[in-house]
């Protein structure tokens, strides 16, 4: 059974800070998710990652891939209020057909 | 342009009831995906249509649980009987093809008293 875990589950910053989200997962990946939800509103999608050492950013965030070590990452820069939402990570497990399994997701507080 | 719609957005229900959910995928988009996201059991895979191809169910919780998806475009989940414990957020995604990005819908709140 495929098991996607983020670290941490809530963190709160200051701005102008940094820091990193990290998402593991247990099985072999065709791709990993990063998406965004704001309190009462849906998925939005952030990046897609779809190759070992495969790195990709916008604006602020910044997200990685290590397949090897079955490790995303989500950095973030400076950080300011508008980035505060809660970060999914997610596993399209090799073989089915793209049925997504999410992480338990990283609230994030962004404090001025 | 439009993207993934779900009505209705919110609804309440009583024990025992059947709910219809739709959901209305970005036009052109083959691949339509439901969602449950509940407070317990976080963000789980439902069902998977692509195309003209049997749908992969194996996300249901049970036979309580139905969708289908007609003539390729709109879907309507189904649950009969509705439990206090179907409560939750109905999420509908939709993607161009198999294995792109999945975009969301804003899903329905469904409350059983």
């Known amino acids: 059974e495929l098991k996607v875990e983020q670290n941490p589950l809530f963190l709160s910053m200051q701005e102008g800070k940094n820091y990193t989200i990290y998402c593991n997962y247990s099985?072999?990946?065709?791709?990993l998710y990063w998406y965004r939800q704001d309190p009462g509103k849906s998925l939005e999608s952030l990046f897609v990652l779809l190759s070992n050492g495969a790195v990709k950013q916008e604006g602020r965030l910044m997200a990685s891939l290590d397949t090897k070590a079955r490790l995303s990452t989500l950095h973030i820069t400076a950080a300011v209020h508008d980035l505060s939402a809660t970060y999914f990570c997610?596993?399209?497990?090799?073989?089915?057909?793209?049925?997504?399994?999410f992480g338990t997701g990283t609230r994030l507080q962004v404090t001025l | 342009g439009a993207g993934v719609s779900q009505s209705p957005s919110n609804k309440v229900t009583e024990k025992g009831k059947d709910v219809e959910l739709r959901c209305d995928p970005i036009s052109g988009h083959t691949a339509l995906y439901w969602y449950r996201q509940s407070l317990g059991q976080g963000l789980e895979f439902l069902i998977y249509?692509?195309?003209?191809?049997?749908?992969?169910k194996s996300g249901l919780p049970s036979d309580r649980f139905s969708a289908e998806r007609t003539g390729g475009s709109v879907s309507t989940l189904t649950i009969q009987r509705t439990q206090q414990e179907d409560s939750a957020v109905y999420l509908c995604?939709?993607?161009?093809?198999?294995?792109?990005?999945?975009?969301f819908g804003p899903g329905t709140r469904l409350l059983v008293l």
């Open positions: 099985t072999t990946s065709d791709r």
């Open positions: 997610a596993v399209d497990r090799t073989g089915t057909a793209s049925k997504l399994t």
């Open positions: 249509f692509q195309g003209n191809s049997a749908p992969d």
């Open positions: 995604a939709s993607s161009l093809v198999y294995g792109e990005t999945q975009y």
